[in-house]
C-alpha cells in the first residue's frame, strides 16, 4: 500500500523474485485489475473520457466490486494451494482514498471491504510511505483522469490514513521509506 507516486509497482516485481528465491509459489496481482471485470472496471474507474462526476460512495462501490471478484478469483485459490500472494493496493487503499480523501464514513467503509472480501485481511501490509510531493512529482508524467481530480489536501489526507492504520495495527503493517532508491526501498520491504 502507499500514497500516488510511492513505488509500489516498481517493488512488485523484484519483491516477488526475492519470496520465490525463498522457495514459495508467488502469485503478484493489483487493484483495481487482474480479473477481466478488475480490467474493465480500472479503465472505467482510472481513465473514462469523458470525465464522470462520481462521489467518494459510487467510488467505493466500484473499487469494492473489483475487489469481490480479484479474492474470488484470483487471492483464494492461490492461497488454497499455498501461494504467497503479494498484492499492489487492497482494501486499505479504499478506506484511505474513499474515507479519508472523499469522506466516506470509515465505519460504513469497513463494513463494504468486510462485504467484498469475505473478512479477508493480508498477513503483512507494507506501507511505502514518502511525502506527497514526492510521490506527485514522480507521477507527472502519467497521472490519470481519476488521479488528475484530486488536490494536495486530499492526498495529504490519504497519506496520514495510511501512517493511521499502521500505527493502529503495528503487528500487520510495515512502514518502509518509500523515498528512497529502489535498491534500498526493496532492502527495507524484504
Ligand atoms: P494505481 O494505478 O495502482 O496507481 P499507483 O501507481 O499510484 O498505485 O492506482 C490507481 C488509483 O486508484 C490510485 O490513485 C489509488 C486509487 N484507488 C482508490 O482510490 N481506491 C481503491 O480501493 C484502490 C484499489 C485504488
Not at 467505493?60 to 485459490?77: C, G, K, M, W, Y
Not at 490519504?158 to 523515498?179: C, H, S, T, W
Amino acid at each position: 500500500e502507499g500514497p500516488d507516486g510511492s513505488g509500489k509497482s516498481s517493488l512488485v516485481p523484484p519483491l516477488a523474485a526475492a519470496l520465490a528465491a525463498g522457495g514459495c509459489e508467488v502469485v503478484t496481482t493489483r487493484e483495481p485489475g487482474s480479473t477481466p471485470l478488475g480490467e474493465l472496471m480500472r479503465r472505467l474507474v482510472l481513465d473514462v473520457e469523458p470525465p464522470i462526476d462520481r462521489g467518494g460512495r459510487a467510488d467505493a462501490l466500484l473499487f469494492a466490486a473489483s475487489r469481490a471478484q480479484h479474492v474470488d478469483e484470483v487471492i483464494a485459490p492461490a492461497l488454497a494451494r499455498g501461494a504467497v500472494v503479494l498484492c499492489d493496493r487492497y482494501a486499505d487503499s479504499s478506506l484511505a482514498y474513499q474515507g479519508a480523501g472523499s469522506g466516506v464514513p470509515m465505519d460504513q467503509l469497513r463494513e463494504v471491504q468486510r462485504f467484498a472480501t469475505g473478512g479477508l485481511v493480508p498477513d503483512l501490509t507494507i506501507l511505502l510511505d514518502l511525502p506527497v510531493e514526492v510521490g506527485v512529482a514522480r507521477k507527472s508524467a502519467e497521472i490519470t483522469r481519476f488521479e488528475a481530480f484530486q488536490d494536495t489536501a486530499y492526498h495529504e489526507r490519504v497519506r496520514a490514513a495510511f501512517l493511521g492504520f499502521a500505527a493502529a495495527e503495528p503487528d500487520r503493517y510495515a512502514i518502509v521509506d518509500g523515498a528512497g532508491d529502489p535498491e534500498t526501498v526493496l532492502a527495507g520491504a524484504v
